[in-house]
């Protein structure tokens, strides 16, 4: 079954948040170097903390057993394997959809390109971009229309794509 793509309205709400795509995007990259940098003592404190609400025994604050360094390392590993892999999907997921959302943008004539800029970039309302046209408010209307079925053609972006963001900007 070939993927579903996304129709107008879904690529309309992109980009009328595709600022905070980027942001988003930006915020995840931070967070992966940041957590990857996370040092061993805080993971150790982490886990005694938790060790201690949940009434388990705790470790002592410098661990002399080799297993239990050992296993403290592995079990920091894979927590922080599973944690960067999320944030790295949802980066490249962001990170793809801004790309093509560029080449969309690209791939369009010089008045689609300013109209889908007043409209949702700038927030201007359609008088506004029909007197910056020196068009009838149908007439804007339609060159948003004609702009929105191209960049639809050649972003390819699909409805689970779009879902998935939706859900990682919390808009779901």
Request: hydrophobic share 45%.
């Amino acid at each position: 079954m070939p993927t579903e793509l996304i129709r107008k309205h879904e690529l309309e709400a992109l980009l009328k948040n595709l600022a905070s795509i980027k942001a988003t995007a930006e915020t995840l990259r931070l967070q992966a170097q940041t957590f990857t940098e996370e040092s061993e003592a805080e993971f150790i404190e982490g886990t005694n903390f938790k060790r201690k609400l949940d009434g388990m025994p705790q470790a002592t604050k410098n661990i002399v057993d080799k297993t239990s360094k050992l296993a403290v390392k592995l079990n920091k590993t894979d927590t922080t394997t599973e944690v960067l892999k999320e944030i790295y999907t949802d980066l490249l997921l962001l990170e793809t959809v801004i790309q093509k959302l560029n080449i969309a943008l690209n791939a369009l004539r010089q008045d689609e390109l300013k109209v889908i800029e007043l409209r949702y970039f700038e927030g201007l309302a359609w008088i506004g971009i029909a007197d910056e046209f020196l068009v009838s408010k149908a007439t804007a209307q339609r060159l948003r229309s004609e702009a929105l079925n191209k960049m639809r053609v050649v972003a390819r972006i699909a409805i689970d794509d779009y879902n998935k963001i939706m859900k990682i900007l919390n808009l779901n």
